[in-house]
């Protein structure tokens, strides 16, 4: 495996953890009333969450796919991860 695909891999693999960890933490922001919870509140959290969910699926099918996808997939995945990025800005209010 080349090591620009290994760490590509690596990247999104922290960042996936990274975005699992913010959603964790929004969940628990509402639970607890820091965040103003409601119907609003937790569709958004289940939008992100399947993108979450998504986004994990993308990274599965990458690590499986061969040399010859892979570089197509990768530029899916970039996508995908522009509109997680701008779905996690939007919800916690952050740049």
């Known amino acids: 495996m080349p090591d620009s695909r290994k760490a590509f891999e690596d990247k999104l693999e922290a960042e996936l953890a990274r975005?699992?960890?913010?959603l964790d933490a929004l969940r628990a922001n509402i639970k607890s009333g820091q965040v103003a919870a409601g119907a609003g509140a937790d569709l958004a959290v289940e939008a992100?969450?399947?993108?979450?969910?998504?986004?994990?699926?993308?990274?599965?099918?990458?690590?499986?796919?061969?040399?010859?996808?892979?570089e197509s997939l990768k530029a899916g995945i970039e996508q995908s991860w522009l509109e997680i990025e701008g779905m996690f800005h939007g919800s916690s209010g952050k740049p």
């Open 19 to 22: 975005r699992t960890a913010e």
């Open 48 to 70: 992100l969450q399947r993108k979450r969910d998504e986004a994990q699926n993308h990274l599965l099918s990458l690590k499986v796919a061969s040399d010859d996808t892979w």
